[in-house]
């Protein structure tokens, strides 16, 4: 497994609930760029259309020999799962505050893949708090490879 791109933004913003590995419908020359890694998930968010779950925002540069065969970098894309799995997520999403957001895009063999999750957003305190956390491991960290 190669991951391609992470959603950091996603860690921030949300508590992940449960996850779920989706296959993309993509172009050539949209795997192309996937390979070069230029992609950005920063600001994408999952769709429920029809039964079927979209993956909306996500930039993917257009290839450079690509010419006739590039579409636009930041068109809706058909992620690929169980229609079971997808009602599971469209009966959570109807619930207050829950989301469905990619986490990150990887190959598996030859595939690409998307970790999509179902996540319930955080308070500006709880965000706060997070930091704070992350800024005393560091710390303890430090302190921990002076005394080595």
């Known amino acids: 497994m190669k991951v391609i791109t992470t959603n950091k933004k996603a860690f921030h913003d949300y508590n992940v609930v449960e996850s779920l590995e989706c296959g993309i419908n993509l172009i050539g020359c949209e795997v192309k760029s996937l390979r070069k890694g230029e992609v950005n998930l920063a600001d994408s968010y999952c769709r429920i259309v029809g039964g079927n779950l979209i993956l909306v925002n996500c930039h993917i540069k257009n290839y450079d020999k690509g010419s006739y065969s590039n579409v636009a970098s930041r068109r809706d894309r058909r992620l690929l799962a169980h229609k079971r799995e997808i009602m599971r997520m469209v009966g959570k999403v109807k619930e207050k505050g829950y989301a469905v957001v990619p986490l990150k895009m990887y190959f598996k063999d030859n ?38």
Not at 111 to 129: F, M, N, S
């Open 111 to 148: 595939l690409v893949k998307v970790e999509v999750a179902l996540c319930k957003g955080k308070r500006d305190y709880d965000k706060k708090e997070a930091i704070q956390r992350k800024d005393i491991e560091r710390d303890v960290a430090r302190t921990l490879k002076e005394y080595q």
